[in-house]
């Protein structure tokens, strides 16, 4: 039982770092963030003094941020002509970079071993060699076939490019 939560883990820190490296994620949710914290700065000092505002504090306009981008609904609404603009223009935005960065990490994340297949002719590779110990006999015979081959194809490209450099 053991044996088979390792191979879950590695898997899983696997995914996890594929979707890190290979994926937009991590820059866009960065750009969000920042985004986020300087739309918020502009909404906070446009509201300053005005009046009936709720939007008193810093902290209520990063609620105001997360709540509008994330389309849960606003009760409290910016009373400033500008706060208005900025709020909106901070929704478009926000809402697009939320969801796009959601769509771009699912797509990338799929793509990529369309995108370079003898990089996934090396990742299927390297995931059956950290699996040795769960293959089977027959898995393991196909795998040293498959591997055999590969040593063999290279060692005829070494000689078709010898030949061809001469």
Same mark, same amino acid.
């Given at each position: ?19 890190? #490296?290979?994926?937009? @994620?991590?820059? &866009?949710? !960065?750009?969000?963030? $920042?985004?986020?914290? %300087? ?6 000092f ?20 997360i ?12 009373v400033?002509?500008i ?5 909106? #223009?901070?929704?478009? @935005?926000?809402? &697009?970079? !939320?969801?796009?960065? $959601?769509?771009?990490? %699912? ?60």
């Open positions: 039982m053991r044996r088979k939560n390792r191979g879950f883990r590695k898997r899983t820190r696997k995914f996890v770092w594929d979707v890190l #490296i290979h994926t937009p @994620l991590v820059k &866009m949710t !960065f750009l969000l963030l $920042i985004l986020w914290l %300087v739309f918020s700065a502009g909404l906070y446009a509201e300053q003094g005005a009046e009936g505002t709720t939007i008193t504090s810093y902290g209520r306009a990063l609620y105001w941020g709540a509008a981008f994330s389309t849960a609904g606003i009760a409290n609404m910016p400033n002509g706060s208005e603009i900025i709020g909106g #223009i901070w929704i478009i @935005l926000g809402s &697009m970079l !939320f969801f796009g960065a $959601i769509v771009a990490t %699912v797509t990338a994340y799929f793509m990529r071993p369309l995108q370079r297949p003898s990089k996934q002719i090396i990742d299927t590779i390297e995931y059956n060699l950290e699996q040795l110990d769960d293959l089977s006999i027959e898995e393991l015979e196909l795998l040293k076939e498959t591997t055999d081959a590969l040593i063999e194809h290279m060692e005829r490209l070494r000689l078709k490019r010898a030949v061809n450099c001469d």
